[in-house]
Every structure is written in structure tokens, then in C-alpha cells.
């Protein structure tokens, strides 16, 4: 310790404090995180209720489910950083309107950009490649069976997620929770 309640991080003066957070600042950090966990919580409960539908299929359907959601998960990366830059430079372009639509507009067509990409490049995976990524013929042809709607999957992920920062970074959390929840439902329904 420092002598002044905070902990010496070393010899330069660096110290900080530890407290308990306010009322209010709890409360505040309660209406971002919970609203943002429910969201998780529903995507969690998503992507587990369709591995377990695909382990339904047998060996070859959930083989074919595994290789095509590895191959989902690289490709959601692009997305993942727009949904994050959406969130890190948006709230200081807030009451700045021009500033918040350029940006807003600049996320949306990089997602449209990069879902194009995706879409070719998985396409050609799985509709042409397929036996790159499995020696089993009839998971390759399992994959080719589902290979455009997966690709097209792959084109609207990064603007859904983007535009998913995009909300987040506005604090539109109902229509979010409204949204997932029922993504959720309908998921859990099937």
C-alpha cells in the first residue's frame, strides 16, 4: 500500500483505488450488462439448440454441421470487429448527427463488402472444395447440400451485427432483447 488507501503499483507513482461503486453507478452498469447478457444468454442457447439439432442428423449430417460451423465461426471475425468498432466510435459521434450517420452508413457497407466476400469465398468451399475440408464423400456432399444457404448466412452475418453495434451503441437494448428473444424462441420452437 501507497500509505493513501491505494495499492503502489511500483516506485513511479502509479496508484489507484479500490472502492465500492455507487448506487448510481451500479445501476448504470446493471442497465448495459444485463440487457447485454440476456443477448449472449440467447445466442448461447441459439448455436447450442442447433448443434443439438445437427446431432440429431447421425454421423454424417453432424459431421457436415461441424466442419460448415467451424468454417461460420472464421468467417463471423470481420463481423465481430464491426459490431466493436460500432460500439468504440459511435457514442462519441452521439448529438453529432452527420458524424453518426456517415459512421453508420460506413458500417453497414463495409458489412455489405465483407458478406460479399464471405459469400464467394465460402461458396467455393463448400460447392467446390468440399473434399478439401473432409475425405468423407458423403460429408462433402452433405456440405455441397447446405453450402449456398450457409454461404448466404455467412453474406448477412457481418451487416446483422454490425447493425447489432450499431444498436448496442445506442442503447436500443428492448428491441434487441425483443429480437433475440424471439430468434430464441422460434429457435428453441423448431
Given amino acids: 500500500l501507497d500509505g493513501h488507501g491505494g495499492a503502489s ?9 479500490l472502492r465500492v461503486p455507487s448506487i448510481a453507478s451500479l445501476k448504470k452498469y446493471l442497465r448495459i450488462s444485463g ?3 440476456a443477448i449472449l444468454l440467447s445466442k448461447v442457447v441459439v448455436f447450442s439448440t442447433v448443434s443439438m439439432s445437427a446431432a440429431n442428423l447421425g454421423p454424417i449430417g453432424s459431421a457436415a454441421h461441424a466442419l460448415v460451423f467451424g468454417i461460420f465461426l472464421f468467417f463471423c471475425v470481420p463481423g465481430d470487429a464491426l459490431n466493436q468498432c460500432a460500439q468504440t466510435f459511435l457514442p462519441p459521434c452521439m448529438g453529432h448527427p452527420a458524424e453518426q450517420n456517415k459512421l453508420k452508413r460506413r458500417l453497414v457497407l463495409t458489412g455489405a463488402c465483407i458478406g460479399v466476400g464471405n459469400f464467394i469465398l465460402t461458396s467455393t468451399i463448400f460447392m467446390l472444395g468440399s473434399g478439401m475440408i473432409t ?4 460429408v462433402a ?3 455441397k447440400q447446405v453450402g449456398l444457404l450457409a454461404s448466404f448466412t455467412m453474406f448477412i452475418h457481418p451487416l446483422g451485427i454490425a447493425t447489432e453495434g450499431i444498436l448496442m451503441a445506442s442503447h436500443q437494448f ?5 429480437t433475440y428473444g424471439g430468434v430464441c424462441a422460434s429457435t428453441c420452437g423448431v
Fill in 9 to 17: 503499483a511500483d516506485n513511479e507513482g502509479f496508484s489507484f483505488e
Fill in 35 to 37: 440487457p447485454v447478457s
Fill in 141 to 143: 456432399a452433405a456440405i
Fill in 135 to 138: 475425405p468423407n464423400a458423403s
Fill in 174 to 178: 428492448l428491441y434487441l432483447l425483443v
